[in-house]
């Protein structure tokens, strides 16, 4: 008989790595935990499958794990993004995923007609998500992981899968890549970061007749908000259902202006298994990673950016994430904002920006930050790349891009 709050394969369900459909893996007895590896998609999915079917606990990788990491009966392992640093495990039971997946059945009207399209590798939660949801609720999953996004569009389109599970980055490459739009697709669910204009903008062309949803949230907390086209623009959106959030002061009061965002939910991780994060901590049930933001009086949630990544410029303190939002509104290119020493103000920025400086002009980029945030939170020099260095979850790697940027002021 399988577990309690344990993943499933719905009978109904059907699973594609490209256009190879995977078996379904037999009933078995329960195993000890699996580390799978995150390529190639066919041979993934078969490994999940079977660790599904044997009721066994599992991790994702595209690295190899230390032999004697632990995860428990009924539990997974998920790896962080490791945006600004090496990623870590993080460790949940399966219940607190199959909890969310129940509320997006109803929330968002799924049927057994739905087929979803992932586009990234498992290893990121985003598309473990993704797939899991599908097969347990009985929802065909096409994971295309293993394509350029020329042939991604091209396969949705002759799927005419129904839900997209996407990051920003991925969209906005699909964008691109894609010859003609993809009217099939009634729903764009995107996480991982922010949702820019320009990449909204593409994915409305892309998808003319699907609703796009942002969520906001971690590896560790799961959801926390969901945005919808009711959002103020440059929000994060409300509390997702299930989710209460607290904002706290440096003091740990609670308080009505920008806070570290604190979170209680059914949604939350259980620990560490690889890593660990002096951010994130644990008080009276709720949860912090360590982000800042602020509520207005709608219950709308403005991220305002990472504790660790504030940079202080002379008397003020700055988010280089509010930095990154006003270049790419104005340019409609990824870009990322890196601190550098400075010996007057402690601190000065600098920005790097996907392209060249013909297709967006520096001095145009500072005058418009310097306008919008003020002159010390505008960086000092804007510097070009063909590509930015990415992670696997598809995030900006800034770790890599500061390394490239070594010597520069």
């Known amino acids: 008989m399988r577990a309690q709050g344990s993943f499933r394969w719905h009978q109904d369900a059907r699973l594609f790595a490209g256009q190879s459909e995977v078996p379904r893996a037999p009933e078995g007895q329960r195993s000890t935990f699996r580390a799978l590896p995150a390529t190639p998609t066919f041979d993934t999915l078969t490994a999940l499958t079977t660790a599904i079917s044997q009721q066994a606990p599992f991790c994702l990788s595209d690295r190899p794990l230390p032999d004697d990491i632990a995860c428990p009966p009924g539990a997974f392992l998920t790896l962080t993004g490791g945006a600004s640093g090496q990623p870590k495990a993080v460790r949940r039971s399966q219940a607190s995923w199959i909890a969310s997946f129940d509320v997006n059945a109803d929330r968002f009207a799924l049927t057994h007609r739905d087929s979803v399209a992932v586009l990234g590798r498992l290893s990121h939660s985003l598309s473990l ?12 999953a096409h994971v295309l992981a293993d394509q350029p996004p020329r042939q991604q569009a091209a396969q949705i389109a002759t799927t005419g899968a129904t839900i997209l599970y996407a990051t920003p980055t991925q969209l906005r490459l699909l964008a691109r890549g894609a010859a003609a739009p993809l009217p099939s697709l009634r729903l764009v669910l995107c996480g991982g970061g922010a949702l820019d204009a320009a990449t909204r903008a593409a994915t409305g062309r892309l998808c003319p007749h ?57 949604y939350l991780f259980d620990g560490y298994a690889l890593g660990r994060s002096t951010e994130t901590r644990r008080q009276d049930g709720f949860v912090t990673v360590g982000e800042m933001g602020a509520l207005d009086d709608k219950g709308n949630l403005w991220i305002r950016g990472r504790r660790q990544r504030m940079v202080q410029v002379a008397d003020q303190l700055v988010f280089p994430e509010a930095v990154e939002a006003v270049i790419a509104a104005h340019t409609g290119l990824p870009c990322a904002v890196l601190p550098r020493d400075d010996a007057l103000r402690g601190q000065h920025l600098i920005a790097v920006v996907e392209g060249t400086a013909e297709a967006a002009r520096p001095e145009e980029i500072i005058a418009q930050c310097r306008a919008a945030l003020g002159p010390l939170a505008a960086p000092r020099r804007v510097y070009f790349r063909a590509e930015l260095p990415l992670l696997p979850s598809g995030k900006i790697d800034l770790r890599a891009l500061a390394d490239g940027l070594e010597g520069r002021a």
Do not use: C, K, M, N
């Open 129 to 140: 998500y993704a797939v899991l949801e599908a097969l347990h609720l009985g929802l065909d």
């Open 210 to 266: 699907a609703a796009v949803h942002v969520f906001y949230g971690a590896a560790e907390t799961s959801f926390i908000t969901l945005a919808d086209a009711a959002t103020p623009e440059g929000s994060v959106g409300r509390p997702y259902p299930g989710v209460e959030l607290r904002l706290l002061d440096a003091a740990g009061q609670p308080t009505s202006d920008v806070g570290e965002i604190w979170v209680r939910s059914p």
